[in-house]
Every structure is written in structure tokens, then in C-alpha cells.
């Protein structure tokens, strides 16, 4: 399968504790983005790279979140501190240079803070 | 401030053709009307786009309207795999590369 992936699938966690997603885009696609999702509501931008550079942050992204792209490969997304206000599922998705057009998402990994 | 409108719930019988409403009247004159669905459990998938011309591919089309305020994507033949929630999100073809999802419409196939 050559799509998007994201690690884990799930994650629970208590509040206060830190966690850590990651996000293997496609293939020589050098755009990846973060969105974060919450029941009933459409997925909300939070980050973007352009190959390792981080280009644009959401006002949601507070200090407890940091997003990391090395080498402009996979990316990895922790939260710090978690809150049960962070429950929600986190997406990832990538695009290729030849186009901007298609986003490609993956799965999400679905967060549960207790 | 969202940018589209779209009703927030709609049936559809299977085989029949799924014509889905979405409201953008404040849209401007750069900005591309693009369309994703989300089945349950999974990650948004782009279906279709245009700026003001109709579009149509392996999907759907996406009839804009003259004045771009409203268009329709058209499911010509639905299935019940095209169960899902439907975006309509506008966007220019610029630097700024997110995509803005409002609630969307969650379409239901029915046998």
C-alpha cells in the first residue's frame, strides 16, 4: 500500500501525559499537513510543511503542540501536557509538487484522553 | 466564517442520481470550488474541483452556477458506498495550500 500512514491507529492516554504521532506521507510528495477532527465536525487545518520547512501554523496549535518534518520525510506530531479538550482524531495527509490540487489523507490516529 | 453552505443531512436512492446543493455567494473571483468526501472511519478524499466552468470525471460533475455563487455535484449513479459526508470548501490556487472544511452534508444511500 502505497498511501498516506499514520501511527498508531489509536492512542488513550491520561490527561497530563505527552503522546506522539507519526505520519509517513506518499512517496516524493513534498507538501504534508496536519488537520485535527472532532465528532461531527469537518477536519481544522493545523499545520503544513513544504518539503522540512514549516510554512504555516493555526492559532489552534497551542505551546503544548509541536509538529517536526527532518529531512522532509515523515512527520511527527506531539502534544505535551494533554488536556480531554485534545480528544479528537488527527489527520494527516500530503501532496505531491507537480499539483496542488489533490490532498491525500490517511487514516487519522484517533486520540482518547481519560 | 464559513465560506460555503451546505444542508446538513440528505437521502439518496441507490442507483438514482445524488444531486448535492452547496451555497459559496461570497466567493472571489480566484477562488476554486473543490468537493471531498469522508467515509466513517476513514480520511477525506478529493472527488472533484473547478473555478467556473463544469466539470466532470470518473466521480461526479460539479455544475457551477454563472454567477459561481452556488454549485452542485452530481453523483450520477449513487451507491451505497457513496455513503459519507460531502465537503464543499473554496479555495484559491495560491500559497495558501489548506484546506478550510466546514460541517458538510452527510449523505445516505439507501438500497
Known amino acids: 500500500d502505497t498511501g498516506v500512514s499514520q501511527n498508531p491507529r489509536h492512542k488513550i492516554t491520561k490527561r497530563g501525559q505527552n503522546v506522539t504521532f507519526r505520519c509517513d506521507p506518499i512517496?516524493?510528495?513534498?507538501?504534508l499537513y496536519w488537520y485535527r477532527q472532532t465528532l461531527g465536525q469537518g477536519p481544522e487545518f493545523l499545520t503544513y510543511?513544504?518539503?522540512?520547512?514549516?510554512?504555516?501554523k493555526s492559532r489552534l496549535l497551542s505551546d503544548r503542540f509541536s509538529a517536526e518534518r527532518p529531512k522532509g520525510s515523515f512527520s511527527t506530531l506531539e502534544i505535551q501536557r494533554t488536556e480531554q479538550g485534545d480528544s479528537a482524531m488527527y489527520l494527516c495527509?500530503?501532496?505531491?509538487?507537480?499539483?496542488?490540487?489533490?490532498?491525500?489523507f490517511g487514516p487519522g490516529t484517533r486520540l482518547t484522553v481519560t | 466564517d464559513a465560506k460555503t453552505t451546505q444542508p446538513p443531512s440528505m437521502d439518496c436512492a441507490e442507483g438514482r442520481a445524488a444531486n448535492l446543493p452547496c451555497n459559496h455567494s461570497?466567493?472571489?473571483?480566484?477562488?476554486?470550488v473543490y468537493w471531498y468526501r469522508q467515509i466513517h472511519s476513514q480520511g477525506p478524499q478529493y472527488i472533484i474541483h473547478?473555478?467556473?466552468n463544469n466539470e466532470t470525471n470518473e466521480m461526479a460533475s460539479l455544475i457551477i452556477t454563472e454567477d459561481r455563487k452556488s454549485s452542485t455535484l452530481i453523483l450520477p449513479h449513487a451507491t451505497l458506498r457513496d455513503t459519507a459526508v460531502y465537503y464543499c470548501?473554496?479555495?484559491?490556487?495560491?500559497?495558501?495550500?489548506?484546506?478550510?472544511f466546514g460541517a458538510g452534508t452527510t449523505v445516505t444511500v439507501r438500497a
Open positions: 512517496s516524493e510528495h513534498n507538501r
Open positions: 461570497t466567493i472571489s473571483g480566484n477562488e476554486y
Open positions: 473547478g473555478l467556473k
Open positions: 470548501i473554496v479555495r484559491a490556487h495560491s500559497n495558501d495550500y489548506k484546506l478550510s
Open positions: 495527509a500530503s501532496s505531491p509538487p507537480a499539483t496542488i490540487y489533490e490532498q491525500y
Open positions: 510543511f513544504q518539503n522540512e520547512a514549516q510554512l504555516e
